[in-house]
């Protein structure tokens, strides 16, 4: 079993900035793709973002490219969401969830296995 869990929400403005991370405990952390989906009121969960095993690829919904980035430290089990330029469009509660066998699907929720459960961001205008 993997249980991750996520920090780094807040309130900011428009235009500001905030990090979220997410703590791996359990399983090897070091063999899953990880990614960062969010999920607005009345709205389905999004992808945001995707980071291969060992970083050497990255995914970005076309909403955050430019804005986002997402990072991972293997040997401290943490993936990273550095987000910028912050719209109020990106209040959202932020989800982080592991892939134990990727199959091309990085974008769809139903490829990962495990889900923390996740971290209020809300931008104001």
């Known amino acids: 079993q993997v249980q991750l869990v996520e920090s780094g929400g807040g309130l900011v403005q428009a235009g500001g900035s905030l990090r979220l991370s997410c703590a791996a405990s359990g399983g090897t952390f070091s063999d899953y793709g990880m990614g960062w989906f969010r999920q607005a009121p009345g709205k389905e969960r999004d992808f945001v973002s995707r980071?291969?095993?060992?970083?050497?690829?990255?995914y970005y919904a076309d909403s955050v490219k430019g804005r986002f980035t997402i990072s991972r430290d293997n040997a401290k089990k943490m993936v990273y969401l550095q987000m910028n330029s912050l719209k109020p469009e990106d209040t959202a509660v932020y989800y982080c969830?592991?892939?134990?066998?990727?199959?091309?699907?990085?974008?769809?929720?139903?490829?990962?296995?495990?889900w923390g459960q996740g971290t209020q961001v809300t931008v104001s205008p």
């Open positions: 980071i291969s095993w060992h970083s050497s690829v990255t």
């Open positions: 969830a592991a892939d134990i066998n990727y199959s091309g699907s990085y974008s769809y929720t139903a490829e990962y296995d495990y």
